[in-house]
């Protein structure tokens, strides 16, 4: 066996139909990426038959105190939190404590009285009951009618910063986020358009009320120790704090890569708000764990977390008619091509690669974080990535040259 501290590779790329040396012109790719300034530092991992076939690293996890990327660092996954969010979900819908057809108010009861965006500004806006209730359904998918503070296109998004919510600065527990959002008018009637958003979050307060425990232990009990994932959660100890990746951003004015000192919380306490859209934090070797479920239909060394069909249900399209998240049915996502993806239960699900103009497989399913974090599973090649950064915000095709290095690599 190969290894390295934190991540041990199990097979010689070849043996899995991994070429080495075009395995290497990714390798290339990624430390030019660093070179040129676009990254501190990244980790890509790949697996394919269930071993761990390629483990690379270059850079810095702390430029300023000289700390590079190792194995064991540990990174904000933003966004890749929705998926374990989802999976607890489903936990819970095989339980029976849960049905994708059950209303969001059944669990948070300011859901009832929803309300519609139709027209007007901030100042002057016109609302309307919503015709549609709002569904656990709708949360999975997007297709809620919530959005996101950070947006800044349509009078709602505003009306979230109002309330008090931006990167960084949400104060107040899930609970009385929730109550906030739902005071909110929404974007569109629950279920006629896809729109990225806080539903995840929501999510989260639906699991916690479902399950009567709090959503960090929920993942704890029934996802995250199961599964080994030993260095997922919420905060950090203050011991670990140095394996942390920090956190940087564009400049605004010169694009250079800068400490992102303001979008940042305090992460060696327990946060105020358990977001499951977006709070957690984990290494490249525990999130190739659950992604290994995933691929493995639910199982994992002997402990199965969701039921075959489950997953497969999961990783479907669910929007409606087929549709993908690109207009007209999806709102664009912060120029991010969607292109030939459609959304399944907590992921996107490639639907028809030509028009995504990528070498992927029919049925990969992903998702990505908002620092540059990526992942995604192929059941056809028995293929899962994960990829690690920490740059916020960061505008540009990365994500799409990056399978295009990854699947160019096949044999």
Request: aromatic share 10%; charged share 20%.
């Amino acid at each position: 066996m190969l290894t390295a501290t934190g991540l041990s590779t199990e097979v010689e790329p070849r043996a899995v139909g991994l070429d080495p040396d075009r395995l290497a012109r990714l390798d290339r790719f990624l430390d030019a990426y660093v070179a040129a300034g676009k990254q501190k530092g990244s980790l890509i991992a790949i697996t394919r038959n269930g071993k761990l076939a390629h483990v690379s690293m270059r850079g810095y996890r702390d430029q300023a105190n000289g700390l590079p990327v190792e194995p064991d660092t540990i990174w904000r996954i933003y966004s890749m939190t929705k998926p374990i969010t989802s999976v607890a979900a489903m936990i819970l819908l095989e339980e029976g404590k849960l049905s994708l057809f059950d209303p969001v108010a059944k669990y948070i009861p300011a859901f009832e009285h929803a309300r519609v965006y139709r027209s007007g500004s901030v100042a002057t806006m016109i609302s309307a009951p919503a015709a549609n209730s709002m569904l656990v359904w709708h949360l999975l998918t997007h297709t809620s009618g919530l959005t996101y503070d950070f947006y800044f296109n349509h009078p709602v998004d505003e009306m979230y910063r109002k309330a008090g919510f931006g990167v960084g600065s949400a104060e107040c527990s899930l609970a009385e986020a929730c109550d906030r959002w739902a005071a909110i008018p929404l974007l569109f009637e629950p279920g006629t358009e896809w729109n990225y958003s806080v539903s995840t979050d929501v999510l989260g307060r639906v699991i916690e009320v479902a399950s009567r425990q709090s959503l960090d232990e929920f993942f704890s009990t029934r996802i995250l120790e199961p599964l080994g994932m030993r260095d997922t959660g919420f905060f950090v100890s203050q011991a670990d704090d140095q394996r942390l990746a920090r956190l940087y951003m564009p400049d605004a004015q010169s694009g250079a890569l800068i400490p992102a000192t303001n979008a940042d919380r305090p992460r060696t306490e327990r946060p105020a708000m358990l977001a499951g859209g977006a709070g957690l934090m984990s290494t490249a070797g525990d999130y190739l764990r659950f992604t290994q479920m995933l691929l493995r239909r639910g199982e994992l060394d002997g402990v199965r977390v969701l039921a075959p069909h489950t997953v497969d249900l999961m990783a479907t399209n669910h929007l409606p008619g087929g549709a993908l998240m690109t207009p007209p049915f999806g709102r664009p996502l912060m120029g991010i091509g969607n292109e030939g993806r459609g959304f399944g239960l907590g992921f996107s699900v490639l639907v028809d690669p030509a028009a995504a103009k990528s070498i992927s497989s029919r049925g990969e399913f992903a998702w990505a974080g908002a620092a540059g974090t990526v992942f995604w599973v192929d059941p056809a090649e028995q293929l899962t990535v994960v990829f690690c950064t920490q740059v916020l915000f960061a505008r540009d095709d990365f994500g799409y040259t990056l399978r295009q290095l990854v699947y160019q690599a096949l044999e």
